[in-house]
């Protein structure tokens, strides 16, 4: 495989994982934790946890979009 062939290869699987991770992202911005306290109320909210892997994610897909434009040809 020749260091061009291997760019686009990298390229593109980044760009397939961006997607995935993107579609993750939008997914669970949408999403709640949710508590059911005594079987007839349920308490919803976003988890810090949550919160922080969302900002994770959005962070690492901006870092491969940047990565991408570097490695695609001009």
């Given at each position: 495989?020749?260091?061009?062939?291997?760019?686009?290869?990298?390229?593109?699987?980044?760009?397939?994982?961006?997607?995935?991770?993107?579609?993750?992202v939008?997914?669970?911005?949408?999403?709640?934790?949710?508590?059911?306290?005594?079987?007839?109320?349920?308490?919803?909210?976003?988890s810090?946890?949550?919160?922080?892997a969302i900002?994770?994610?959005?962070?690492?897909?901006?870092k491969?979009?940047?990565?991408?434009?570097?490695?695609?040809?001009r």
């Amino acid at each position: 495989m020749t260091p061009s062939s291997r760019n686009e290869a990298d390229a593109k699987l980044l760009a397939e994982a961006i997607a995935a991770l993107r579609e993750l992202v939008s997914r669970a911005s949408e999403t709640n934790d949710r508590s059911f306290d005594d079987g007839h109320s349920v308490d919803e909210w976003k988890s810090d946890e949550l919160r922080a892997a969302i900002a994770r994610a959005e962070a690492v897909i901006e870092k491969a979009e940047t990565a991408i434009a570097e490695l695609s040809p001009r």
